[in-house]
């Protein structure tokens, strides 16, 4: 399991990363992994205010429907749009080409709920039990 | 006991299997005192011979009823093709590799019901056409902005019930109904052009429950400042000769096509279809079978967009429905495979022909329609109970009364001309008025 | 798998879609011509032909036959889906249903008839049940859990009470939570406990002034009986709830125990599954829906009300009615066919069925435990779930089990629900099944078991005999080619190969 040391982590499986008082989210490669072939994503609007914890999109593979929610409040300012073409690229590439969104976030210190690599290994080592 | 096969010697071997005595064992997990312990008072079994004495029923001879349901023409190989035990007795096509004969006829139909609304792409079925409307102004519901449903109330009276029934629970939209003109039977566009506005989702039928033509393109005019935009067809025979409602450029186009191939059937099996612009199709209902491959990459078909549906999004489904009405659209797709383009075109010109010949005979016995515009099919003409019920008596079927729905229209009789009518069929009408 | 015998061989057939034998002129069909032809002149009409394919008879009836031959259906073989009840559907159900085929729902005489049936039909439902009233219009089973929903929220609506929640236990089949909400529920799942039954301790934890009902399938689809629902019914009572119940298992119960009876205010029953009506590749069914005497005033409209001459009428002047839920009356010719069914058999004949029917799964429960995880050992009616645990060791999933079955000449059984159980293999035999069959099955079922051990790549790349190798669904998805019109632009479109 691929779990880039320079990340924060959500129990929710998606990934952060700070680049300037921005953040730009992502999914695990556990995600991808778990829900298997992803052939459709769909993001709230640029622009858009989300929450801490709120669903800021939503991945599908052929049976199920999962959310993705952002680690931090704030508003999104960039959205990936061309993976909306090409949904495949979350199971190839969850960590570089395939990032979802970026936030500004409204409040920078909320990153530090998040995990860190190897707090988020011993997290899915624990959900496996 | 029919369809059963256990002998005396089988039942002991099974039970010696499972290690019980006697088959109520099964049972003793069910408490005592909900043992049911009476016989069920249902009578039989009777043999094949009694239930065919059982079950008779002659219909009258000569009828004159649509409104929503209509009689045509079914080809032999309908009824041959549809009563083959692959497609009949088959379950939903969960499982695409023993599945491809029920996948590919609905993919067909789908292809079809697409290129005669006009529309991208069409669903697989809905139970009838009132719930494919109930469903789609729920999909129109849940689009942003939709606060008022508006719907003519020239549409089919049952069709409006069932989308009040659907609706009662969806605080957030309102369902209001626009006027017709009482002297055409048409829409008033005075009054659409007042109401419709970005809040609303507006749904026409066309041709209307009256057999009227709606003046479409001016009515879409008007709907261009809608947020959403639907036409319904209850007689899909209509498509077969009318401007296909997709050139009118609704977001949806739905309806029932028991025309396609269906019989009357006392009122159902009916089927009812879904199409629509390619960008609502993540928000609709029912199923959808789409073209792909197998490990070989040699074309198959499957099932897919499974995640809008109930057993995948549970509560947050786009629609409750599971089974639809698969074998009927079976039955669409084969009637107009039969039928062809000019078969078709032929039927619905017919239709046509054979309304205005009886419209013709009953002006010359004084009996006007009620509204004076252009129609398909159906018209209103007035007639009292009385006469209706003499004519019943005898064996024939002047039209559907509808005053109860419409009050302002007394003793308003909804007349339809298919070609199973006969000039015969007309006269007969006429002679007995 | 080649070498092995296979009961059904699917033909080598790649079939064409039927666009591609179109030609303009090719349909010569005469078509019914009683009156002056004529374009009406007072119509727009569309300038060109409908675009539908241009064939001949024979290659219509070719091409569909063709494709049947593609299909599996159950008189190929047991069609042992779980929850499904796939049993045998008499061919004289069918024959007599045609009988009414030609009668418009405005004949009144004919109706009269017809209406006599469905009246016939209700009060052999309601005798069934131990209900009191009964609809027949809606057309499927979840437009019946919908009915039934609207009707208990129109009850709850009256008693001016605010109740917005149904509870639902996580067995459930996926329409009870979809149903709820369009009906204007909200849902809360709640676990039915490690035996595989809600116990009724666990139901007076969610319990609250908001509950408008519990909505519940008994048995449920572990196929296990929910014991405790005399004491779970009392509960919602007390608590001014409802209890529904799903009817989808009912033909475990048949003459054997009554919803009534169990304290159930609201049903709904699948004609389709329990009463051998043919299921059509996907419809049309029939869903009843059936409720206690206080429930009735808020049922459907119309109602079928029979005069002191014993003529039938419907009657629509019914104030309290949740309204109309279905274009005229519902799928009038599955009902038909439901009561033939239900004459043929009688009312000994139908707790016979219900006795094979768990006679002929707890048979198989008993073989296939030996090979198979059971992950309940709760006694089991109609139905079972087994687990690819075993097989997993080796790789191999229940969907590679799925698709093995198919080389035998079986239709698989319902995978992967209930979603309590991982990898849930959910096999329900129905008592229309022999001997011989049923030990074919379970032959088939142990072949698998021993090739997971020994073979399991040969598990993946099922099904070989099919009509086509496994379908990529993925492909499905990400291309969307849902007519014949729309995949000509792309070139991987599978049509050209």
């Given at each position: 399991m691929n779990i880039p040391d320079d990340l924060l982590y959500t129990q929710d499986h998606e990934w952060g990363r700070i680049e300037d008082g921005t953040l730009r989210v992502g999914i695990t490669d556990y995600a991808a992994t778990e829900l298997g072939d992803i052939v459709f994503v769909e993001f709230v609007e640029k622009g858009s205010h989300v929450a801490k914890g709120e669903a800021f999109g939503t991945i599908e593979s052929v049976k199920a429907v999962s959310e993705v929610y952002a680690p931090a409040s704030g508003t999104v300012t960039q959205i990936n749009e061309p993976l909306a073409d090409t949904p495949e690229l979350l199971n190839q590439d969850c960590y570089g080409d395939a990032w979802m969104v970026v936030i500004e976030m409204d409040d920078p210190s909320e990153v530090k709920d998040l995990m860190d690599a190897p707090a988020y290994e011993e997290f899915l080592a624990q959900e496996a039990k | 006991m029919a369809y059963l096969s256990h002998t005396k010697d089988t039942l002991a071997a099974m039970l010696s299997t499972i290690g019980i005595d006697d088959p109520e064992d099964i049972f003793s997990s069910l408490p005592q005192e909900l043992r049911f312990s009476g016989r069920l008072d249902i009578p039989g079994p009777l043999d094949e011979e009694s239930l065919r004495r059982e079950f008779t029923c002659e219909p009258s001879r000569v009828v004159f009823a649509g409104g929503g349901i209509y009689r045509h023409h079914i080809p032999a190989l309908v009824d041959a093709i549809a009563s083959?035990?692959?497609?009949?007795?088959?379950?939903?096509?969960?499982?695409?590799?023993?599945?491809?004969?029920?996948?590919?006829?609905?993919?067909?139909?789908?292809?079809?019901?697409?290129?005669?609304?006009?529309?991208?792409?069409?669903?697989?079925?809905?139970?009838?056409?009132?719930?494919?409307?109930?469903?789609?102004?729920?999909?129109?519901?849940?689009?942003?902005?939709?606060?008022?449903?508006?719907?003519?109330?020239?549409?089919?009276?049952?069709?409006?019930?069932?989308?009040?029934?659907?609706?009662?629970?969806?605080?957030?939209?309102?369902?209001?109904?626009?006027?017709?003109?009482?002297?055409?039977?048409?829409?008033?566009?005075?009054?659409?052009?007042?109401?419709?506005?970005?809040?609303?989702?507006?749904f026409v039928q066309q041709p209307n429950y009256f057999g009227v033509i709606e003046p479409m393109e001016k009515l879409a005019r008007i709907a261009s400042r809608a947020g959403f935009r639907g036409i319904i067809v209850t007689e899909a025979i209509s498509l077969g000769v009318l401007k296909s409602p997709g050139s009118f450029g609704p977001d949806i186009v739905l309806g029932d096509a028991q025309s396609f191939g269906n019989p009357p059937a006392a009122g159902g099996p009916l089927l009812g279809f879904l199409c629509v612009k390619r960008e609502h199709i993540r928000r609709i209902p029912g199923r959808i079978v789409g073209l792909t491959r197998d490990a070989d990459e040699r074309q198959a078909f499957c099932l897919t967009l499974a995640t809008r549906e109930q057993h995948i999004r549970r509560e947050k489904a786009t629609s409750n429905i599971c089974t639809n009405q698969g074998l009927c659209a079976l039955r669409a797709a084969l009637y107009l495979s039969a039928m062809g383009p000019q078969g078709l075109r032929q039927v619905a010109s017919q239709c046509a022909a054979g309304t205005r010949y009886l419209m013709r005979l009953l002006g010359e016995k004084g009996v006007s329609p009620y509204f004076n515009a252009p129609v398909f099919h159906e018209f209103v003409i007035r007639m009292d109970d009385a006469r209706r019920s003499a004519l019943e008596e005898s064996g024939i079927i002047p039209g559907i009364p509808i005053s109860s729905h419409y009050p302002e229209l007394e003793d308003a009789l909804l007349v339809n001309v298919t070609e199973m009518n006969t000039k015969e069929d007309c006269r007969c009408l006429i002679e007995r008025l | 798998m080649s070498d092995r015998a296979t009961i059904t061989r699917f033909p080598e057939i790649r079939e064409p879609l039927l666009r591609a034998r179109s030609a303009a002129g090719k349909n010569t069909r005469p078509c019914p011509a009683p009156f002056d032809a004529a374009d009406p002149a007072d119509l727009d009409i569309a300038e060109k032909l409908p675009d539908i394919p241009d064939v001949s008879e024979v290659e219509t009836v070719r091409h569909f036959t063709r494709l049947s031959r593609l299909n599996y259906g159950i008189d190929h073989g047991m069609y042992p889906l779980g929850s499904c009840t796939m049993k045998y559907n008499p061919k004289i159900s069918e024959e007599l249903a045609r009988r009414f085929q030609a009668v418009h729902p405005a004949d009144t005489r004919a109706m009269n008839t017809v209406l006599g049936y469905c009246a016939l039909l209700q009060g052999y439902l309601r005798e069934i049940c131990g209900m009191d009233a009964c609809c027949l219009w809606p057309a499927a089973g979840a437009h019946g859990e919908l009915t039934g929903m609207m009707t208990i929220k129109k009850a709850v609506e009256r008693s001016g009470g605010a109740r917005t929640k149904v509870l639902i236990p996580d067995t459930a089949h996926g329409t009870n939570p979809a149903s709820c909400t369009i009906a204007g529920f909200t849902t809360e799942n709640i676990p039915s406990g490690k035996q595989g039954y809600l116990s009724a301790s666990t139901l007076r934890e969610h319990l609250d002034g908001h509950v408008a009902a519990l909505m519940i399938t008994n048995p449920n689809t572990l196929g296990i009986f929910e014991r405790e629902i005399q004491e779970i019914a009392r509960l919602l009572h007390d608590n001014g709830s409802y209890l529904y119940m799903d009817g989808a298992n009912l033909n475990a119960i048949l003459g054997i125990a009554r919803p009534g009876d169990m304290g159930v205010d609201c049903m709904h029953i699948n004609l389709h599954?329990?009463?051998?009506?043919?299921?059509?590749?996907?419809?049309?069914?029939?869903?009843?829906?059936?409720?206690?005497?206080?429930?009735?005033?808020?049922?459907?409209?119309?109602?079928?009300?029979?005069?002191?001459?014993?003529?039938?009428?419907?009657?629509?002047?019914?104030?309290?009615?949740?309204?109309?839920?279905?274009?005229?009356?519902?799928?009038?010719?599955?009902?038909?066919r439901a009561l033939v069914y239900l004459l043929s058999l009688g009312g000994e004949g139908l707790r016979e069925v219900s006795l094979r029917a768990g006679l002929n799964a707890n048979y198989l429960k008993s073989r296939l435990s030996r090979c198979f995880d059971l992950p309940l050992d709760t006694p089991t009616l109609h139905e079972f779930v087994l687990s690819d645990r075993y097989q997993k060791e080796h790789g191999v999933t229940t969907m590679d089990m799925a698709k093995a079955l198919m080389e035998f000449g079986f239709h698989p059984p319902t995978v992967y629900f209930p979603l309590v159980v991982p990898g849930a293999i959910m096999v329900e035999p129905t008592e229309t099944e022999s001997l011989e069959e049923l030990d074919r099955f379970a032959q088939a079922m142990e072949t698998i078991a021993a090739m997971s051990r020994e073979n399991p790549q040969t598990l993946h790349e099922t099904p070989q005999a099919c009509p086509v190798k496994r379908v990529d669904e993925v492909w499905a998805a990400r291309n969307l080619v849902l007519t014949w019109g729309a995949g000509e632009s792309n070139e991987e479109d599978p049509v050209s190969k």
């Open positions: - | 083959r035990q692959e497609f009949l007795t088959a379950y939903t096509p969960y499982q695409p590799e023993i599945s491809q004969g029920t996948l590919q006829a609905i993919f067909e139909f789908q292809s079809m019901m697409a290129a005669l609304t006009g529309m991208d792409v069409s669903n697989a079925s809905m139970y009838d056409g009132a719930t494919a409307l109930a469903e789609a102004a729920l999909m129109a519901s849940r689009m942003k902005g939709i606060r008022r449903i508006l719907v003519t109330r020239s549409t089919h009276p049952t069709y409006r019930s069932v989308l009040k029934t659907y609706l009662a629970h969806s605080p957030q939209v309102e369902v209001v109904e626009v006027p017709f003109e009482i002297a055409t039977g048409r829409t008033d566009l005075k009054s659409f052009e007042g109401m419709v506005g970005p809040d609303a989702a507006v | 599954k329990t009463f051998g009506t043919p299921h059509g590749g996907g419809g049309p069914g029939s869903g009843p829906v059936l409720v206690t005497k206080e429930l009735e005033r808020f049922l459907p409209s119309p109602v079928i009300v029979c005069d002191d001459s014993g003529n039938h009428s419907l009657n629509w002047d019914r104030p309290d009615s949740i309204g109309m839920v279905h274009s005229c009356l519902g799928n009038v010719n599955v009902l038909i």
